[in-house]
């Protein structure tokens, strides 16, 4: 088992290799590890923090035929099998920041009482969520809408989506560009890691009751 022992330029330059093949080699040797052993790292404390066991799933890209991933990442979540219908945890990284997530994506069947109970507890969460935090409604792209400027009414369009929208999701958590120096940290990092999900751990407690 690998040591995270911090990020480096080359992780995120693996992004802009081309081909599929030469791309998932160098993601297989360099960044998926790392990813396996973050997430390892902080199982034992996800599991205590939700009460629930939580069980590490490394993205492997297995149905891209053609195009390379342009991003990458590990996933915790209670279940052995699968992670994706699951509301779950992310660490992973495109080629221009590491991603930190709590997540609830297009395959989730609580998607729409996930919709409606964020919408009840609209006030709270806005409250809650530290500003330097940002939010996603796609995880295949890179972009992130900063905390600060989710008002009221962009979060129940955000929560309005996410039930009436097929493919729709919404992510919770940190990005850090990658010259950041806690990237280079592993205790730093991994630090930070458990930190986010602590203070994001309210929504996954909200969706243990749907």
Known sequence: ???FEGFTQKDFDVFS???LESRME???ENISPKLEAIATDLAPD???MTGDEMFVHVAKHARRKTNPPNDTWAALAANKRGYKKLPH??????ETHVFIWFAVIYESPIKQDFARKLKENRQDILDHIPDEFVWSIDHTKPDAIPHL??????FDSMTERLASVKKAEILCGQTLPRGDNRLKDPEAFLQLCKDT????????RMTKSL
Do not use: N
């Open 1 to 3: 088992m690998t040591t």
């Open 17 to 19: 290799i081309p081909g």
């Open 26 to 28: 160098a993601l297989r």
């Open 46 to 48: 996800v599991t205590a």
């Open 89 to 94: 945890f992310q660490i992973g990284l495109w």
């Open 149 to 154: 400027e989710v008002k009221e009414e962009k």
């Open 197 to 204: 999900f602590q203070t994001l751990e309210p929504l996954y």
